[in-house]
């Protein structure tokens, strides 16, 4: 509203803007916001973002893992009108597509964004004919302060006092061989809860930054894990926490710093809230989950000029929590849930590329009481020669630890040409490596902490791992004190008394 005045919008106005300086999150996941009009003016604003297939950038998917300011990952858009009075700005247009590896794909990401908005609008107005202007803008105001009403009352619930944690980050991509710290303090007074990241690593070259929206929707998903979960989110969510992101740190970077890598300082974010609250929230707090590594890579279709450009997401699966083990090869929860993970002929038919093996990894998720997920293991073959992107947000050198007890799980990482001659160690954070028509990467995503003392777990727990294939007969002894008979896989309850004395 700052850089288009409500003055200036007509009806069938779209703005977009993919700016994390004013309020986006990294150039890839772009805004589209539509104003609805009533009387001649406009009254209410939907926001959709996603994030779409390519602007540009050095390299496939605007996911540059070695980026050292924002212009190394796209195209930056600030606020403007894609579309004036439903008419699309054909010149805005084109210069979207103009830098994009894929400017069909582009365009229609960017369509189903205004697409969204025009759905909102029309809803919106089907909720002003039943129910009047007036009364629907009462209605919205009472449920903001409705959702203000229930946090408050969540947090006085809350012990008072002053809560510190930290967590650290491994790298950023540019310096290798640094780490980074997030640093905490959690307030609770009365019905405000305070989140001051003071003493927080200044800003690092590389592109681990998180942005300050980023930040803030990191405490608040880290909130709402020690408060109610259903209370609606909306403006009033915000209203009783006081927040402060010191500029020129990591978590709240100037500009013009990379931010694509962003989730390494956001899940520090929860990880450190989560420790800070540990104290008086021990059934709550969680082993510290893995975080997202992507595979981007793009290349040109044999015998054209047309290029294709990839982008495979794995989010980091969790750690274990009092009384549950996570669930395998599942995202934490911020980052989806059950079904979120990508289809794997879906990528074949799309891009030519053929998975030769997906599984869980043993051995992976950090043992203890309650274990952590296991991670994933994948082989991509490439059948064209392309640039591959191999981008490991965080948590590989320094895996996710565990809590309580519970141990770190095992770190992430990529080979190339696994088990042959050519066998090549890539960084955790690698842009535009030339591969071959030929090549296989193994990706390898890191497991999630385990929770509790590992001597602690059942040891019919630790059999029935074994059997499901997610922790060896070797690790089962070492790390549980548990002996598995390796004929019937069943517990050796002589042996494990013997381990575990």
Known sequence: MKDIPPETLEDGDVLITNDHFRGGIHPTDVGAFRPIFHDGKPAFYCGVMMIVSDLGGISAGGL?????????EGLMIPPMKLYRAGVL???LARI??????????IGTDIDALAAGGNVAAKRIGELVAKYGYEKLSAIIDELLDYSERLVRQSIAKMPPGTYRGSYEVEEDGIEPDKTYWVK???????????FDFTGTSPQARGAINCSQSQALSCVVFALRCYIDP???????????????????SLVNPRYP?????????????IDAINEALAPVYPELTTGAPSTVHTVSAHGKYPDTDRMWSMLDVAMGPAGGRKGLDADDGLPFLMHGNSGWERNIEGYEISYPVVYRRVELLPDSGGPGQWRGSCGLIRDIEFQTDAQLTTRATDRCRKPPRGVAGGKQ??????????????ETELAFKKTNYPVKAGDVLTATLSGGGGYGDPFKRDPEAVARDVRKGRVSIAAAAESYGVAIDPVTLAVDTAGTARLRK
């Open 96 to 105: 979207i597509r103009a830098n994009s590896r894929t400017p069909d794909k």
């Open 89 to 91: 700005d054909d010149g």
């Open 257 to 269: 710093a990379a931010c694509n890598l962003r989730l390494a300082g956001g899940q520090a974010i």
């Open 64 to 72: 540059p893992a070695n980026a050292s300011e924002c212009f190394h």
């Open 230 to 248: 259903t209370i609606t989110m909306n403006e009033g969510f915000y209203r009783p926490l006081k927040l402060n992101f010191p500029p020129g």
């Open 409 to 422: 799980a095992m770190g992430g990482g990529w080979v190339l040409n696994k088990g042959t001659p050519e």
């Open 184 to 194: 905490v303090a959690v307030t609770i007074d009365g019905s405000t809860a305070s």
